[in-house]
């Protein structure tokens, strides 16, 4: 028998690792007894909820109900089975082909699957069960959670990731509880923040309290992390939150302002708040994971003037997590390209009247692109002061053209009724994946981009009809007349 040389044996050794983390096909199959209009589709996490392309497989399905979708995966995790905007967590093991049985009518407390080694289909199935019945409680007490009112609001969902810890320990699922363990701690700095006119508390020992809970719960590991719906975000965001900064701004400003605006006049004083929870965290690995989220969301929602420095120093730091760095470098050079200075993204889309309208139709003027959906309060809040700056503005040299994203052309049409805005009404579909919002890379709706004369792009999503949209078209148009 030939020896293998030491260096063979290596390599061999590397080959069948590098083999082992190769994403590798599992087949998706079942029936579902009805289907409808329904959009129906499997989608795997992505680096990132919002900015990184979505993983996202609709399922083809024939006359008899029945679908099979091959989904690629490198390991253990827990995919999505949507049905429209409502999902069912399915653990997706490499080598390991799953059957599901749907009946719509219950979804998603109604999902049979074959092909699991434990009963965690029926597991979920308990858990859906009994945590419907502590939401529904919390929800009847939201609106007086939110007038900063004593609720159970709190002690459900505390009762909710108990249940899930109990349900799912030592499962695959155990997401789940980490998942309902971080929307516990959200709402807790929810609660801080609309009783922050209490004199009675003392707003920076509840924080305290709650990062100490926070730690206790394990919140700040990794596979917590990874399990929350956008990372770190929406605890940051909750945590800058309780600090008041909103109602100053209001103060200073003598107006309501809208949540964007807030980010934006509020900016350094809500990162240094979103920031000093990193403190927290003390994995590397859950660092890289949360540092991450808040570098997106500056390059998504601030001038890249103030994003740069933080992407820099995200780059260089944490250069041995490729995965995160390469989907940073990809959205800030999206972002580049559709910064002020360079031309506006071209589109061809449908008006009422089914006719096809070009950006290219509008140049010579100031254009504000206007991306919005009926469901967007804020989108609809705008319209009143829009209607005043098309009426201050001549059509030669001003121009507003709304593009919605609606995926329900019918509710688009119901809308446009409604309100009579006398601007061009542009269909564009699709919800987020819109074409033209994707490549301007939105991140949310209400979401504004103006075009100068020449075709290029003035200011991208820094300005609000409600705010500081006026003053900037006086001094664009105003003086240059």
């Known amino acids: 028998m030939r020896h293998l040389s030491i260096t063979a044996i290596y390599w061999l050794i590397i080959i069948f690792f590098a083999g082992c983390n190769q994403p590798q096909n599992i087949t998706i199959s079942g029936q579902i007894d009805y289907v409808g209009s329904a959009d129906i589709f499997i989608d795997k996490q ?12 609709p399922l083809s399905i024939d006359k008899n109900g029945e679908f099979q979708q091959k989904i690629p995966i490198d390991s253990t995790q827990i995919i999505e089975l949507f049905i429209d905007d409502t999902s069912y967590p399915i653990v997706a093991q490499p080598g390991r082909n ?11 407390d109604s999902v049979q699957v074959s092909g699991y080694p434990s009963s965690w289909d029926r597991l979920y199935s308990r858990f859906f069960d009994q945590q419907q019945h502590l939401l529904k409680q919390a ?67 509840v924080r305290q309290d709650i990062l100490e809970e926070a730690q206790k719960l394990d919140f700040f590991s990794f596979q917590s992390l990874h399990a929350q719906r956008a990372g770190i975000r929406d605890f940051t965001n909750a945590y800058a939150n309780t600090f008041g900064i909103a109602d100053s701004l209001e103060k200073q400003y003598g107006q309501e302002l809208t949540q964007y605006d807030i980010k934006r006049q509020g ?25 991450m989220h808040l570098v997106a969301e500056r390059i998504g929602e601030m001038p890249l003037t103030i994003a740069t420095p933080s992407y820099e120093q995200y780059l260089n730091e944490y250069s041995d997590f490729p995965k995160y760095t390469s989907f940073l470098k990809t959205f800030y050079e999206q ?106 890379r939105g991140g949310g709706i209400p979401f504004y981009i103006l075009v100068g004369p020449e075709g290029n792009i003035r200011r991208y999503n820094d300005i609000r009809p409600s705010f500081n949209l006026p003053q900037v078209l006086d001094s664009l148009i105003t003086q240059s007349n």
């Open 139 to 205: 929800d009847a007490q939201l609106p007086a959670f939110r007038e900063g009112e004593q609720t159970d609001v709190i002690s459900l969902y505390k009762k909710r990731y108990q249940l899930a810890r109990d349900i799912f320990q030592g499962t695959p699922l155990i997401d789940l509880y980490y998942k309902a363990v971080g929307e516990y701690l959200v709402k807790r700095l929810e609660e801080l923040k609309y009783q922050r006119t209490n004199s009675s508390i003392s707003p920076e020992k």
């Open 46 to 57: 992505p680096v990132h909820y919002k900015y990184a392309p979505q993983k996202r497989f």
């Open 335 to 440: 972002i580049e390209r559709v910064s002020p200075g360079n031309p506006a993204i071209p589109f061809t889309l449908p008006n009422k009247n089914q006719e096809m309208v070009q950006m290219k139709e509008f140049q010579g003027k100031y254009v504000l692109l206007d991306f919005w959906a009926s469901w967007c309060i804020p989108c609809l809040d705008a319209f009143p002061h829009m209607k005043e700056l098309y009426q201050k503005y001549s059509r030669d040299t001003f121009e507003i053209v709304a593009i919605s994203i609606e995926e329900d052309s019918l509710r688009w049409r119901q809308t446009m009724q409604k309100f009579n805005n006398p601007w061009p009404q542009l269909y564009g579909g699709n919800g987020f994946q819109q074409e033209t919002f994707r490549k301007y």
């Open 98 to 108: 799953l059957e599901l049985q749907i009946f719509r009518a219950q979804f998603p």
């Open 267 to 291: 900016y350094q004083r809500l990162n240094n708040a979103r920031t000093s929870v990193l403190k927290h965290i003390s994995g590397r690995r859950a660092r890289a994971y949360a540092q």
